[in-house]
């Protein structure tokens, strides 16, 4: 049984199909991309996994290890391993990053049936991960993602997948307004996590990000279909040529 | 375990409103109505001395002469009160007065360990000083003897009235007088409790001082009033916390705050309202009208209001500062929750005479469900208020559709030297929030909770810690059930 099972998913929004079929295994350890033009239902896909509202499943399904992930509230996929990276992380105007982070830990830790964290362990665990992450110490006390520049968001995404220790985590247009040193600190982050229980979806409109985060397989998404399939080699065929070949595809 | 921790203790295990339950005790009850008789009888049961009485007269002469007109202006809509129809006294039967914390009735202290407040003095650590005033009588004083030592008073305003005249005489009525308005008329006839506290020159008072007031008797009235002395160059720090057991019916409470702050003193008072608020139909629930006022009547002399209000159907209340010394600074911080059918028309006044004075507002209103909240407010500059400062901010956070916020300032400047600046915000929590916190896990109330403690955080961090981290969750179990 594969970590994540998408079977024949159509997804619509306001009516108009999205996603019109989607097939993808993922198993536990693997990293697979997502690539395709703008339009091609990348982000549709990434909300329809973690639970976002008016996203209208039409058919198909969706399994994380076995279980129906479509029956599940977005808060309960969270618990169950599921992580997104927003390519637009939102503001929370008042709530420092450390309040957030914590809370966000003991709801996962209380579905794990463990105490809350205590404040002492929480701080030398945030500031182990924000070192590594090249993140300064005074974020922390700063309101969340209100003010950061985008690559502080981008890395306070990374910096959250790394406390909560997912199982599955979609990386959505994670490179989009990063510079090339930030791009690196944050792919680094995201190495880091990469283990055999793990899995990825990186979802990118370039394959630069692929340099960094070097994946198992390539999913060319066009249309709501995924076209082609195939090695790390496919993206870089795709930098070279781009996404028209399969446009046509399409309209054959 | 500590006074605070209790607290808390007694907060965390709370689901919807927890302080529902009565108290079984027998009471003494006056006879239901308000008539002269009633005043007399309510004046001869605190053994007021005559000057008391005749002002409790006074005041229900002028009540009856208005009898028919209850404030009207407010954005509040509730039926008729009928004055007739409720008790204007009633007390525990306790037999003669206790003598120490140890004869209070052991059913009066098992209900205030519910509450999670702390009557015995073992509880030393706590550093909080309690009155406690069950229906209409303080039924207990902690730590008066050590604070007597340092020359603070603190102690019931009917004790007050006996023991310290002088004082009470000289500042009772000089901030709220009892022709102000309907309410603290109709307080200052039949005013039953409440506390009193002076704090000497020069003294920082080394606890903070604590009112825990308590409704329990069904159709009962709360009127209470409260009078705080600051001396010059003295520093106090007053809380105030108030719950009611679940009636269908409504009960109405109308407290009269007095605070006097004198040259260089410092009084900072903090309420966390938590009145039964009405089931969600708008069933039964407070009617909270109170008058707090306080004169900064001192050169630099500060005041500031903090309150948290989630509880009560209706909530009227404008906490307010006449900043009469030079350089006298008066602060208002607030947050105000409603959710289901509650209703809250509360602001603040600012009302600038001396030089330099400065005033600061921020008003935070949160509404759920079909509730209507209203911040209302005044800020005047007179003309010999040579330099006077306002900052207002007012900020509304509406969850759901069903619900109102409304924002109504007034500002008065009749000095040309004068600053006010007034900001307001009404903004909703965006779906788009919501499953941001919700992909980390957090299930949609821990979500609203954390997005409306953010919201609220400016407030919340001016109240004192025991009270902040209570307020913090209260803020949480209010909104419950705000989001489906």
Request: hydrophobic letters at 40%.
């Amino acid at each position: 049984m594969a970590l994540i099972e998408i079977s024949n998913l159509h997804v619509s929004v306001e009516g108009k199909e999205i996603l019109k079929g989607i097939d993808l295994f993922i198993n536990a350890g693997e990293v697979h991309a997502i690539m395709g033009p703008n339009g091609s239902g990348k982000s549709t896909l990434s909300y329809v996994l973690s639970g976002r509202e008016g996203y209208e499943v039409t058919q198909g399904s969706i399994s994380l290890s076995g279980e129906d992930l479509l029956a599940m509230e977005p808060d309960a996929r969270a618990r169950a391993g599921i992580f997104l990276a927003f390519q637009y992380p939102l503001e929370i105007p008042g709530v420092a990053t450390s309040t957030f982070l914590k809370t966000a830990l003991n709801a996962k830790r209380r579905a794990q049936g463990l105490d809350e964290i205590d404040a002492m362990e929480f701080l030398n665990l945030v500031k182990g991960k924000m070192k590594e992450l090249e993140i300064s110490t005074d974020m922390i006390k700063r309101p969340l993602n209100v003010g950061f520049s985008g690559g502080e968001k981008k890395r306070a995404e990374v910096l959250q997948m790394s406390l909560l220790e997912p199982q599955f985590a979609i990386l959505d247009e994670t490179d989009s307004g990063l510079d090339i040193d930030a791009l690196k600190v944050v792919s680094d982050g995201v190495n880091a996590l990469r283990g055999p229980e793990r899995s990825f979806l990186v979802i990118t409109h370039y394959q630069r990000l692929l340099n960094y985060i070097v994946p198992d397989f390539v999913h060319v998404l066009v249309g709501g279909r995924i076209v082609e399939s195939g090695g790390k080699e496919l993206a870089e065929m795709l930098e070279a040529e781009g996404y028209a070949r399969f446009e046509n595809t399409k309209a054959a | 375990m500590a006074a605070t921790q209790q607290t808390i203790a007694a907060v965390q295990e709370t689901e919807k409103y927890k302080y529902g339950w009565q108290t079984e005790i027998e009471s003494d009850l006056a006879p239901k109505g308000l008539s002269e008789d009633i005043v007399r009888f309510i004046s001869a049961k605190k053994e007021d001395p005559e000057w008391m009485l005749e002002w409790r007269l006074k005041a229900y002469k002028m009540w009856l002469t208005q009898a028919d007109q209850e404030p009207s202006w407010a954005k509040l809509d509730f039926p008729k009160i009928d004055y007739q129809d409720a008790y204007y006294y009633a007390a525990p039967k306790l037999g003669d007065a206790p003598e120490s914390l140890d004869e209070v009735d052991p059913k009066l202290r098992e209900t205030y360990d519910k509450l999670g407040i702390p009557l015995l003095e073992q509880e030393m650590l706590a550093g909080v000083a309690v009155d406690a005033v069950f229906d209409s009588v303080s039924v207990a004083t902690t730590y008066k003897k050590k604070l007597n030592e340092m020359g603070v008073i603190f102690c019931s305003i009917s004790e007050a009235i006996k023991e310290h005249p002088d004082l009470v005489k000289k500042y009772m009525g000089t901030v709220v007088p009892y022709s102000d308005n309907f309410f603290a008329t109709l307080n200052s006839a039949v005013f039953t409790d409440g506390s009193f506290v002076y704090i000497p020159k020069g003294l920082r008072c080394p606890m903070e001082l604590s009112t825990y007031f308590r409704i329990n008797e069904k159709n009962t009235g709360q009127f209470e009033r409260t009078l705080i002395i600051a001396d010059e160059g003295s520093h106090v720090s007053y809380l105030e916390g108030c719950t009611a057991p679940q009636r269908d019916e409504n009960q109405l409470h109308a407290a009269v705050v007095e605070l006097i702050a004198l040259d260089d003193a410092e009084i900072k008072y903090s309420t966390v309202q938590n009145w039964y608020p009405g089931d969600e139909n708008g069933k039964g629930g407070i009617y909270n009208f109170v008058t707090k006022r306080a004169a900064c009547r001192g050169k630099n002399s500060k005041v500031t209001w903090t309150q948290v209000e989630t509880g009560s159907a209706i909530t009227w209340k404008y906490p307010s500062c006449i900043l009469q010394g030079d350089n006298s600074v008066g602060e208002f911080y607030s947050v105000a929750i409603t959710n289901n059918h509650q209703q809250a028309d509360t602001g603040t006044k600012m009302i600038h005479l001396g030089k330099n004075t400065r005033s600061k507002i921020i008003a935070k209103g949160i509404s759920a469900g079909q509730s209507n909240s209203t911040y209302r407010g005044l800020v005047r500059i007179q003309p010999k208020a040579d330099g006077a400062r306002n900052f207002t901010q007012c900020d509304s956070l509406l969850i759901g559709n069903k619900c109102g916020a409304h924002t109504v300032p007034y500002i008065e400047s009749r000095n040309p030297t004068a600053l006010t600046e007034h900001e307001a915000t009404t903004s909703k929590i965006s779906d788009d929030q919501m499953f941001y916190c919700q992909q980390r896990g957090m299930n949609p109330e821990e979500a609203v909770s954390l997005i409306v403690n953010g919201f609220c955080k400016e407030v919340l961090q001016t109240l004192p810690m025991e009270f902040a981290v209570e307020a913090q969750k209260l803020v949480g179990i209010s909104l419950e059930g705000s989001v489906g």
